[in-house]
């Protein structure tokens, strides 16, 4: 009988181990945060990349240029991304820069895994939290939206009916962070992340100490920053007010529709699903239960609007993988733990199916890209080995003709239409436009402060366009997304007309050089009132003459269209030429700014830079209102030999 309460003693020591074992996996810390980073490594997707020529990649470079030159950014610098917004994309154009990107990057991925593994850990346990953790990261594609979705994740830590003793220290600390750096990133993100900790501390019910302490990080934190970037007072307005123009003008001018129909109806029901899901979520109280519908709102919203306005696979995917990143996330009770499992591998089905990337399922290769970006981390002479190649290789794949070259060296230089990764390449002097990618400026107000650049004598003495696009019949050079060159934005293009003239043309590549005010006044030329789709004569311009269009009546316009714009996209606005030869696309805010329509013989490029239309007639399609063409005649000084 001895021997028998030995072995029962033993029996009850081990299932009281294996039960310790079991609740320390399940409500421990440290197997919770060991269990993160394990997972963060062996799904780590990020690595310090290289590039190449491309419309993207040379937006990226202006980024990193920026900062690097010490450009104010709202005046002289205009992008949807800030003075931080380096920091989004860990890319080797300039060595602590990459350094500094790849860092906060890696943080706020570190932070995210640790995160969704806590936040799953109470609803599912610590083993299911890990491989929903682990095939979650390994399947999407790269969300810029993490830090949104990190803002989220602790806005609903703070407001669950278990919250953690720390979840709302995490909430003021963290969330101060976020509201201090992301708003210097990308504009678009930044203002939603700070509104999202807001009502998650309203929430929550923070005490006025907390309130004090949050404030004073996001607001020191991002005048600090703001200041270390190399930024003033007398930019600040205009970063945000100049930004707002780019983020209104993005949703009116760069919507698109080539998905199919079925993942519109799809994320339209995944983003109201989850809004109208989140009160059913353990949450503290009624008021919690109302902010945290509210935040996941402004969340979803963000997310809903970039993949629905450019709708194409790849925006749709990440929209999609990102709202499921926010399902994951919200704390759902125990008891429904099955239930909210089968969902989300439906959800992420579905999301992977509209754009499917290759799983990085090996771990090996995961770890391998850790140890490689970790070695250029610490090694600067090797970071700048990897740059100098990089550098070489796009001097490669430019190959600008040594006139080319010798015509910019030494010169404040502007680059059109959107390759300004060249002025990195050949470290010129890179003189930007304030809208440094021209199809950006979508706005009639970024169309002018184009111009103002290109007519200002201290502005660039010389610019550098790149023709990607090839002509078309008396149309001119197709540009971005089927825009007319000239009209892309239309007064900049005028303005380039009448103060540069071409100098030095080799291959693809083209030089224009400043020259005095070639214009006179813009002078009527006649009225015609016309419905949508009604061709149009056009005034012919004579010799040493141009005739520009102000086209009103293509703007969004009402209630209705401007509410459509916001949950939706407005219709496409096209101008067929010609008699149906040739069709552009619109951008309905700078229509009226003067559009290029004809011009005198001697007044445009050659040798494959034939950038002004040449419009014998029109007709202008997508709106459902009276169209005012309003034309003017305007004399051009010709050139010597011209």
């Not at 002289?76 to 990459?98: D, K, M, N, Q, R």
């Not at 929209?319 to 919200?330: Q, T, V």
């Amino acid at each position: 009988m001895g021997g028998d309460h030995i072995h029962d003693g033993a029996w009850t020591r081990l299932e009281s181990t294996v039960t310790t074992i079991r609740d320390r996996l399940s409500t421990g810390s440290r197997p919770t945060w060991l269990t993160g980073l394990l997972i963060a490594l062996l799904a780590w997707p990020l690595g310090i990349v290289a590039f190449v020529p491309g419309l993207d990649y040379s937006w990226m470079s202006g980024l990193f240029m920026g900062v690097h030159d010490g450009r104010g950014f709202g005046s002289e610098l205009i992008f949807t991304y800030g003075p931080l917004g380096f920091l989004a994309w860990p890319e080797l154009w300039y060595s602590w820069l990459a350094v500094l990107s790849y860092a906060y990057s890696s943080a706020i991925y570190v932070a995210f895994c640790l995160t969704m593994v806590w936040m799953l850990r109470r609803s599912v346990g610590l083993l299911a939290a890990a491989v929903v953790t682990f095939l979650f990261l390994v399947t999407i594609p790269d969300l810029e939206e993490l830090p949104l979705l990190l803002a989220v994740a602790w806005a609903l830590a703070a407001l669950r009916s278990d919250r953690p003793a720390a979840g709302l220290t995490l909430l003021v600390v963290g969330g101060g962070l976020l509201s201090a750096i992301e708003p210097l990133v990308k504009l678009s993100v930044g203002p939603p992340t700070v509104l999202v900790v807001i009502l998650g501390l309203a929430g929550a019910r923070a005490s006025r100490r907390q309130w004090s302490l949050y404030a004073a990080i996001a607001i020191v934190g991002f005048f600090f920053l703001w200041f270390l970037t190399g930024q003033g007072l007398g930019n600040l307005w205009d970063y945000f007010s100049n930004g707002k123009q780019i983020i209104s003008g993005y949703s009116e001018a760069m919507g698109i529709d080539v998905a199919p129909a079925w993942q519109a109806v799809l994320m339209v029901a995944f983003a109201l699903g989850l809004v109208a899901l989140v009160p059913r979520a353990d949450l503290r109280d009624r008021r919690a239960r109302w902010f945290a519908t509210a935040l996941t709102a402004v969340a979803v919203y963000v997310i809903y609007k970039y993949g629905i306005t450019r709708f194409h696979p790849s925006p749709v995917s990440l929209a999609l993988s990102a709202l499921l990143g926010i399902f994951l996330l919200i704390p759902w009770p125990r008891r429904r733990a099955a239930v909210f499992l089968s969902a989300s591998v439906v959800l992420g089905a579905l999301a992977l199916h509209t754009y499917p990337t290759p799983a990085r399922l090996d771990v090996v290769a995961n770890l391998t890209r850790f140890k490689e970006s970790a070695e250029l981390v610490v090694r600067p002479g090797l970071r700048q080995g990897h740059i100098d190649q990089a550098r070489a290789g796009m001097q490669a794949a430019f190959a600008l003709d040594p006139k080319i070259l010798a015509a910019v060296r030494g010169k404040r230089v502007a680059i059109d239409p959107w390759e300004i990764s060249v002025a990195w390449a050949y470290e010129l002097d890179w003189s930007p436009l304030p809208v440094p990618q021209n199809y950006v400026a979508y706005t009639s107000k970024l169309d002018r402060l184009n111009a103002a650049a290109i007519e200002d004598p201290g502005g660039p003495q010389v610019i550098l366009r790149n023709n990607p696009g090839g002509l078309l019949p008396l149309g001119g050079a197709r540009s971005f997304e089927a825009r007319q060159p000239a009209w892309d934005p239309p007064e900049q293009g005028f303005a380039t007309v009448c103060n540069f003239t071409p100098t030095v043309t080799a291959g693809t590549w083209q030089v224009l050089s400043r020259i005095p005010d070639r214009c006179g006044e813009q002078q009527p030329a006649g009225q015609v009132s016309a419905q949508p789709g009604k061709t149009v004569t056009v005034p012919q311009a004579g010799r040493n003459e141009l005739v520009l269009l102000r086209l009103n009546g293509v703007a969004i316009e009402g209630i209705g269209e401007k509410l459509m714009t916001q949950l939706w996209r407005p219709a496409e606005r096209f101008a067929s030429l010609n008699d149906g030869l040739v069709s552009y696309r619109l951008v309905p805010g700078t229509a009226a700014d003067g559009l290029i329509v004809s011009r005198g013989p001697t007044l445009d490029g050659s040798d494959g830079f034939e950038q002004l239309p040449e419009v014998k007639n029109m007709k202008v399609e997508g709106v459902d209102r009276t169209l005012e063409f309003d034309f003017y005649r305007v004399k051009v000084r010709p050139q010597a030999g011209r």
